[in-house]
T-cell receptor, first 113, second 113 residues
Framework: DAGVIQSPRHEVTEMGQEVTLRCKPISGHNSLFWYRQTMMRGLELLIYFNNNVPIDDSGMPEDRFSAKMPNASFSTLKIQPSEPRDSAVYFC???????????FGDGTRLSIL | QKEVEQNSGPLSVPEGAIASLNCTYSDRGSQSFFWYRQYSGKSPELIMFIYSNGDKEDGRFTAQLNKASQYVSLLIRDSQPSDSATYLCAVNGYGGSQGNLIFGKGTKLSVKP
């Protein structure tokens, strides 16, 4: 079975550019999560969706970040404009239901120069 | 502020020994508890989950939960060098955010041949 699929795997771009990260959850999973991981702060939840509806976006750092889930099989996380401090690994995860085990994608390693 | 605390390590054990990883959490209402393993440069991988007080065994892994003490642990028997990784403890939220997980910053385990 296919796991959570994220793209791109790596992204290097200049400060001020728009960055779009993509995620395809496991088929049949109703909850989708976006995380950011850094050495200093560890793994932090940015936002999560349940049945395509955003439930908790309190972890989104600021208005430069936005996330959408237009259907059950696709989600995007957008940063506009990007800043060097956004450099991190961004993970997408999905689960069957809230509170159930989450399965992670391979992540996107983002570097903002 | 909901928190999950782990000793950052590194925890070093000889091959064949038992590795004991510990985690405490602040939210008494938490219901679901997870252990993830993360190799360097890779995504978190679910290895155990536990919902009820007591022990849960899966192969060489045993998860232990004590809700009264707000404590969850992971034991790895017959540790192997391939077990060397960072182990993340995760606890579910409560109320309107029951679906999300709060992660500790992880304990780095090193198993010496």
């Amino acid at each position: 079975d296919a796991g959570v699929i994220q793209s791109p795997r790596h992204e290097v771009t200049e400060m001020g550019q728009e960055v779009t990260l993509r995620c395809k959850p496991i088929s049949g999973h109703n909850s989708l999560f976006w995380y950011r991981q850094t050495m200093m702060r560890g793994l932090e939840l940015l936002i999560y969706f349940n049945n395509n509806v955003p439930i908790d976006d309190s972890g989104m750092p600021e208005d430069r970040f936005s996330a959408k889930m237009p259907n059950a099989s696709f989600s995007t996380l957008k940063i506009q404009p990007s800043e060097p401090r956004d450099s991190a690994v961004y993970f997408c995860a999905s689960s069957t239901l809230e509170g159930q085990p989450q399965h992670f994608g391979d992540g996107t390693r983002l570097s903002i120069l | 502020q909901k928190e999950v605390e782990q000793n950052s390590g590194p925890l070093s054990v000889p091959e064949g020994a038992i590795a004991s990883l510990n985690c405490t959490y602040s939210d008494r209402g938490s219901q679901s508890f997870f252990w993830y393993r993360q190799y360097s440069g890779k995504s978190p991988e679910l290895i155990m989950f536990i919902y009820s007080n007591g022990d849960k065994e899966d192969g060489r892994f045993t998860a232990q939960l004590n809700k009264a003490s707000q404590y969850v642990s992971l034991l790895i028997r017959d540790s192997q060098p391939s077990d060397s990784a960072t182990y993340l403890c995760a606890v579910n939220g409560y109320g309107g955010s029951q679906g999300n997980l709060i992660f500790g910053k992880g304990t780095k385990l090193s198993v010496k041949p």
